[in-house]
């Protein structure tokens, strides 16, 4: 049975940092990434790298300030956030896909619960 576990949400002000995990069980991955979801928004891409760390694609928005990382032999996926600001604030998912590298939610087939970041101005 698969199953992503997100953790490591919390309050934060603006300019500070958080680190989310993601644990995930079952099996391993070709790629696992974040997305994000604001209230009265639709999820959005953050994030993704494959299993070997070749490949890594980050949203204009995050990119510079997040950073993701994975420990494969863990199946642990990290996501430093730093520089946070109040438009950072979401849930934020976990996810997975058998594709090689893709940022289209469509082609993730598993995702964990969301874990919430909120930042404060």
């Known amino acids: 049975q698969v199953q992503l576990v997100e953790s490591g949400g919390g309050l934060v002000q603006a300019g500070g940092s958080l680190r989310l995990s993601c644990a995930a069980s079952?099996?391993?991955?070709?790629?696992m990434g974040w997305f994000r979801q604001a209230p009265g928004k639709e999820r959005e891409f953050v994030t993704a790298?494959?299993?070997?760390?070749?490949?890594?694609y980050y949203a204009g928005s995050v990119k510079g300030r997040f950073t993701i990382s994975r420990h494969v032999a863990k199946n642990m996926m990290y996501l430093q956030m730093n520089s946070l600001k109040p438009e950072d604030s979401a849930a934020y998912y976990c996810?997975?896909?058998?594709?090689?590298?893709?940022?289209?939610?469509?082609?993730?087939?598993?995702w964990g619960q969301g874990t919430q970041v909120t930042v404060s101005s």
């Open positions: 790298q494959t299993w070997n760390s070749a490949n890594t």
């Open positions: 996810a997975a896909s058998s594709k090689a590298m893709t940022y289209r939610q469509s082609e993730y087939d598993y």
């Open positions: 079952g099996r391993t991955f070709n790629t």
